[in-house]
């Protein structure tokens, strides 16, 4: 059964599982029980039998509006008489905000943003641990950190130079400004941008559908062989696909699809 959150919207359909932001009166600004709902999903997606691929999109007219200012207001001004001791304090809530979105790029399953209207802040944290981004027309991006005065610290500024050249991460980080639908897509930040939010939509459970007919096993391997070569040499990276297809490769799979493709049919696979 799937757990009950407070500020999500999920549900599971023909094995595509949808994650929905669902504070539509924030933005879907962050705020703590967001930020924690996020690894307790993604870690049960993970592991869902039922789930193959998820969507992740936003209620109302925002993808994701960042942190509740109210919530780093908290964070911020927590401090104790000793410095040193306020500062290993906030160090340990960054790891564990951290550990929150690193869990959607951990999730064994491909994870598809659509994102529609702002972007920001931590909504950029968030779609930069995705496998693909794809945006409406109205979609804006913005690493606004920088303009209240601090550093990205969940892992924009470690995630986005493995999709945007270095020198836009660059741009982008030192000056705050906003990224449009068509920049987005003509710097890599998203495969695709679509005219309206219903089209994205549709277009995005459209591609995962088809994720969700492949191989369940060879997708979670192929993700795993992604993940791990962006932070691996080539040479690591082939000696782990090897190590992986030697002991994981499903000989019943392969017969499956490749029989499947001869007679015109789609194949059924175990999850």
């Not at 391997?221 to 791990?228: A, D, H, I, N, S």
Request: net charge negative; aromatic share 6%.
């Amino acid at each position: 059964m799937i757990p009950a959150f407070e500020t999500l919207s999920v549900s599971i359909e023909n094995h595509v599982a949808h994650v929905q932001l669902n504070r539509p009166e924030k933005a879907n600004a962050m705020n703590l029980p967001m930020w924690q709902e996020l690894q307790v999903c993604f870690e049960y997606l993970s592991d869902a039998e039922d789930a193959r691929v998820v969507v992740l999109s936003g209620a109302g007219k925002n993808f994701c509006a960042g942190i509740d200012l109210d919530m780093f207001a908290g964070v911020v001004g927590d401090a104790q008489s000793d410095p040193a001791r306020a500062a290993e304090q906030l160090r340990q809530t960054i790891l564990r905000l951290q550990d929150n979105l690193t869990a959607i790029e951990k999730c064994r399953k491909p994870v598809l943003a659509a994102i529609h209207g702002n972007c920001v802040g931590g909504g950029i944290d968030m779609v930069s641990c995705c496998d693909m981004r794809y945006c409406a027309e109205d979609a804006k991006f913005s690493i606004k950190e920088i303009d209240i005065g601090m550093t990205a610290d969940v892992g924009t500024l470690q995630r986005l130079p493995h999709i945007v050249p270095q020198g836009v991460v660059r741009e982008l980080a030192y000056t705050g400004r906003d990224v449009k639908a068509d920049e987005a897509q003509r710097i890599g930040l998203v495969n695709n941008v679509y005219q309206s939010r219903e089209a994205m939509m549709a277009s995005v459970l459209e591609i995962a559908a088809d994720i969700a007919s492949k191989s369940p096993l060879a997708i979670r391997g192929t993700k795993e062989m992604l993940v791990y070569t962006r932070d691996h040499s080539v040479a690591d990276g082939l000696n782990f696909i090897a190590t992986w297809n030697a002991g994981m490769l499903s000989q019943g799979d392969v017969m499956k699809a490749l029989t499947a493709r001869m007679e015109g049919k789609v194949a059924e696979f175990d999850s």
